[in-house]
């Protein structure tokens, strides 16, 4: 598991770190722990690839709730837990969408407890897979499962997801290859469609909600199939 610690008390990154190696050998797991001293340096070398962030809410600069509504733009879904010395502080984490917070000095039962239910949410979302963009510098994660559609446009690509939209430079093609292909299928050149959110297909288009998507001779009857294929295996 890939841990970001973000913390300006010396001692209670050493206590933390303590509790990731003990608990790591009680539990037979490891952990890549990466520390930071400070928010800003965290921002900095961000990337959306960290399993749990603990993040410290008063801190010089860039305080933590800040911090998590910062990385919440890049990473909608990784867990981060609170730590703090003032619980009413933590509490408000929740709108940020932190899964826990723990009370400074971390005792070893608290954090056990939080790990613990730090692996339960992700065993829980493992199938919930996801893929990574680059998008306006940052590294952004996306769930492949809340992708309504891809668009490309001159190598300007559009994700079109639950979330909303996110723009990335690159390849349809290289997009594609990380999708599973019994479910993304490319009506034209320009869209890469989930199925899973096909509404209809009408003459020439593919209904996706409220949106129309207009379905090439050369791929309508291979889009068809694979859109049969993928009905079928749902039954």
């Not at 723990?102 to 790990?115: H, S």
């Not at 430079?169 to 292909?181: K, N």
């Not at 899973?196 to 409220?210: A, F, P, Q, T």
Request: charged share 25%; proline share 3%.
């Amino acid at each position: 598991m890939r841990v970001a610690i973000v913390e300006d008390e010396a001692e209670s990154v050493d206590v933390m770190k303590n509790h990731f190696e003990t608990y790591g050998k009680t539990h037979g797991c490891t952990f890549g722990i990466n520390t930071f001293r400070n928010v800003d340096d965290f921002i900095k070398n961000f990337r959306a690839d960290y399993d749990l962030i603990l993040l410290d809410i008063k801190m010089p600069g860039i305080d933590g709730m800040s911090g998590a509504r910062i990385i919440r733009k890049s990473d909608p879904y990784v867990p981060i837990v609170f730590v703090t010395s003032m619980s009413h502080y933590a509490v408000k984490g929740y709108a940020v969408g932190a899964l826990d917070f723990i009370i400074k000095p971390v005792g070893a039962f608290n954090f056990n407890t939080m790990l613990d239910k730090v692996i339960r949410y992700r065993a829980t979302s493992q199938e919930e897979k996801s893929i990574s963009v680059t998008s306006a510098g940052a590294i952004r994660r996306i769930f492949i499962s809340h992708i309504f559609y891809i668009e490309v446009y001159r190598h300007k690509l559009t994700f079109y997801t639950s979330e909303g939209e996110t723009e990335a430079w690159g390849s349809l093609t290289d997009i594609e290859a990380q999708l599973p292909s019994d479910s993304f299928v490319r009506c034209n050149n320009s869209y890469l469609i989930n199925l899973k959110y096909v509404d209809g297909i009408e003459k020439e288009e593919v209904i996706i909600g409220s949106k129309r998507l207009p379905i090439s001779h050369l791929k309508r009857k291979d889009f068809i199939g694979a859109l049969a294929g993928y009905l079928g295996s749902r039954r």
